[in-house]
């Protein structure tokens, strides 16, 4: 969430419930996601203004 305000950013239909961001972020530290995967989980919940 700190990262989605910090670049401008909006989530698109509200914050996403805590447990999917958490699990989101786990799965990228412990590197089951990649960079590609995660960019789709963020375009497909955040606007960024340019």
Same mark, same amino acid.
Do not use: K, Y
């Given at each position: 969430?700190?990262? #989605? @305000?910090?670049? @401008? !950013?909006? %989530?698109?239909? !509200?914050?996403? +419930?805590? *447990? *999917? =961001?958490? $699990?989101a972020m786990f =799965?990228?530290? /412990?590197? $089951?996601? @990649? +960079? /590609?995967s995660l960019? #789709? %989980?963020?375009? +497909?919940?955040?606007?960024?203004?340019?």
């Open positions: 969430m700190l990262f #989605i @305000d910090l670049n @401008d !950013g909006s %989530w698109n239909d !509200g914050q996403p +419930e805590t *447990d *999917d =961001a958490v $699990e =799965a990228v530290a /412990a590197r $089951e996601v @990649d +960079e /590609a960019a #789709i %989980w963020l375009r +497909e919940r955040v606007t960024f203004r340019n």
